[in-house]
């Protein structure tokens, strides 16, 4: 694992909240009927199918959502997880969030945006971080423009945005308006996509690539035809190892998508989703990767190399690429 923990590393799809230590959610959850609630979801956590599934994950964020209730604690959250990124040789990561505001909109939306890239601001020497804000599959359309206005107002940090939450909401076409005017502004954009398995969420998936956002996330269930128009258009797939096997319902990598991909030499990145909840890093799952696939150094290398270029803040691309030239001479590769 050495070799993958030393290695300067790229993460591009990483939820803020979903970063969150599971020490300080414990901590953040006051009451004894939620830290109750909490272990029964940790023991089921890897019970059942894919439905099963991903609603204990979504149940544990409606729990973390409901304990993060002030400035202080999203600050806290986006210390630490810079702090964990910047432990495992992260070197840039592009965390995203959907904005949200507190007591009764008092403390609004742009407040939130501002706490966590004044973090982001402060860890800059030792990782450099952009975000992407989130619009979530249950929120109305005005809320989407909001959140759009919001990414145009902090364009300097801001480089992103999100299609996510709960895949049983199928609702890419009523934001489809949303996502246009940001291709209009030139405003990169990352979907969640082929997250279940049912036909209503595959049907979906053609919508999505309809639209050609700039990265996709997860493509874990998908057809043949689907497959084929991702690999053709050279569409960038953000993976996730541990959340997907868990939400795949699959025991190792080997069935992984990742194999056709890189078989086929697309564009890819291999990420966290939620370190916190899923408890693993960077390093962990690229190792895992590696491990199944038998990647030499220097193919791990290159591949982080070609994950550079799919940075959506262009000019980072060669920050990343300067860093990671300087470790493969050092480490003669
Ligand atoms: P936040 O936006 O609050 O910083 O991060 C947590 C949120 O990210 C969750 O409430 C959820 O909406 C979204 N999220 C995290 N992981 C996943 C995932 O694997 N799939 C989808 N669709 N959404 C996710």
Redesign the pocket.
Known sequence: QCFCELIPKIELHA????CIRSSTFRQLLSSPTDQTRLDTLDKEFSVGDTHARMANVFEK?SLL?SCVTNLDDIRRIARETLEDFISDNVIYAEL???PRSFHNGKIPSSSYIEAILDIMKKYEEKICSRLIL?I?RTQTLEQAMETLKLAENYRTHIVGLDF????NIKSFERFRPVFDLAKQINLSTTI?IG?LPDKECINENNLIIDYKPTRLGHFNFRTNDQEQRVLKEQIPLELCPT?NLLTMNLLDLTEHHFDLFYKNKHPLAICT??SGLMNCNLSSELFQVVQTFHLTKKELYEFIFQTSNLIFDKNMIEFCQKKLNIFSQQSNL
């Open positions: 939820h803020l909240n979903g964020f959502r995203r969030t959907r989130s979530d996510s939450g709960d895949p969640h997250e959340s989703d939620d």
